[in-house]
């Protein structure tokens, strides 16, 4: 097989690039070692910046969620008995979106299908070859092992990938940052306390109140990081959502059937350069966020952007500085987003090691930034996310 872009990956990302590709005729092949099924229905992600449901609304991405998506003005921090609430639309005039990250997932995949797009499922890559000058995927299809041959290589294929590690060691330095906690996240069958998320610290650990739909609560508690779903009976489930979400007027919490529940470990990660030869890696391959600042999905678009604008001008105008300056142009955003999915995942966690000391000195960090108009705005413009570069050159 040959193709102009091979995509190793059906991500956010990997999705994304295919189709941005095709409305600019350039030819892609995506490989997904997954089946469709699992891909459309694994639970990740759920809040979208405005920048990227702006990006999936030029493109013609955007009709269900359009229709399903929950538009929030605002978003709720409750700290030291007080629930401080951020209108993002007043301060800054721009919202956020919860729309799930399989649903768009299933959405970008459908298009791609309807339009005749390639995207191979339960396609494996196993190596790569010819980074310098002509890439070569190989990939197990059907029980056969077969290649793809490219001019360029789009690594989206997570922070498990074999695109990254294809790259000379002696050119890629990482940076990293593992939490001393991580996350139990929690599908369940009851209204959302709230119509707006609500982050919550508490002396017994930070939880996020979220949701799926007007039904669907998705919420997620701290827990250390070597913790077992074993040590979570319903019963202390629902003791902690309680005592962590407090008792604050007009949030109220709601029990029913717990659907799914999984813990997942917290990490900041940089991996530079973001391209070597041919490859370009983008989204989760590259870096990664812990989720407070619900960056992760909203980066993995944003790359995208910068990698379609750099291909489409090496295609159509034969011009190849977008394509020399696309580690430079994703790291400036990625970084100032690990910033601020770092700040928020350590001012609303307290260390399990925390000394009375540490615990006053967050609280005291919280009132400074959420009692501040100042605060208050720097806050909202990093959660409804920065400037996105535009996706044609
Ligand atoms: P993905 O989604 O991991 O997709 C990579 C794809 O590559 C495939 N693959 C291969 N295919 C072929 N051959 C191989 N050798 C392959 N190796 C891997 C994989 O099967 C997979 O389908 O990466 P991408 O596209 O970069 O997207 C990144 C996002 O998925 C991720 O950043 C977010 O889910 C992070 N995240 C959140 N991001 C947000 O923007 N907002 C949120 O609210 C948010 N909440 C979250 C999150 C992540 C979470 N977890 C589970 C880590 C909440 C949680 C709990
Ligand atoms: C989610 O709804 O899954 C979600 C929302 C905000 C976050 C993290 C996850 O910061």
């Not at 991500?11 to 997904?32: K, T």
């Not at 994703?330 to 928020?344: G, I």
């Not at 399990?352 to 540490?358: H, L, S, V």
């Amino acid at each position: 097989m040959r193709t102009q872009v091979a995509i190793i990956g059906a991500g956010p990302a990997g999705l994304l690039l295919s189709h941005l590709l095709h409305l600019e005729g350039i030819q892609s092949v995506v490989l997904e070692s997954r089946s469709y099924e699992y891909c459309t229905t694994r639970i990740r992600a759920g809040l979208m910046e405005q920048n990227t449901v702006d990006l999936l609304n030029e493109v013609g991405l955007a009709d269900n969620l359009n229709r399903f998506g929950l538009p929030h003005d605002g978003v709720q921090f409750t700290f030291d008995g007080a629930c401080h609430r951020i209108d993002m639309q007043e301060l800054i005039g721009r919202r956020v979106t919860i729309y799930a990250q399989q649903l768009i997932v299933k959405d970008m995949a459908d298009v791609r299908r309807r339009d005749g797009g390639t995207i191979l499922f339960e396609a494996e890559a196993t190596a790569i070859s010819g980074l310098d000058d002509r890439p070569v995927v190989t990939f197990t299809h059907e029980g056969e092992l077969k290649t793809l041959e490219c001019d360029f290589l789009a690594g989206c294929d997570g922070f498990h990938g074999i695109s990254r590690p294809a790259m000379p060691e002696a050119v890629r330095r990482d940076y990293d940052r593992v939490y001393p906690f991580g996350w139990l996240g929690l599908l369940i069958a009851a209204v959302p306390p709230s119509e707006e998320l609500v982050y919550s610290h508490s002396d017994s650990g930070f939880a996020l109140f979220s949701m799926r739909s007007e039904e669907l609560t998705r919420a997620y508690l701290q827990v250390r990081p070597d913790d077992h779903l074993d040590n979570w009976p319903a019963e202390r489930i629902w003791s902690e959502l309680r005592g962590r979400l407090g008792d604050h007027e007009g949030l109220k919490l709601n029990e029913g059937e717990i659907l799914q529940q999984a813990i997942t470990p917290m990490r900041s990660w940089v991996s530079e350069p973001m391209q070597y030869g041919k490859l370009f890696l983008a989204g989760d391959s590259a870096h990664i966020v812990p989720p407070t600042g619900a960056k992760g999905m909203n980066l993995a678009m944003a790359d995208i952007c910068a990698l379609s604008r750099a291909l489409l001008d090496h295609y159509k105008n034969n011009r190849s500085g977008y394509l020399e300056s696309y580690t430079k142009t994703c790291l400036d955003r990625v970084w100032r987003a690990e910033h601020f999915s770092w700040w928020m995942t350590t001012m609303l966690h307290p260390p399990y090691d925390a000394n009375p000391f540490d615990l006053k000195r967050q609280i005291a960090e919280l009132r400074t930034v959420f009692g501040s108009d100042a605060g208050c705005r720097l806050v909202a413009e990093n959660y409804a996310g920065l400037p996105v570069v535009p996706w044609r050159p």
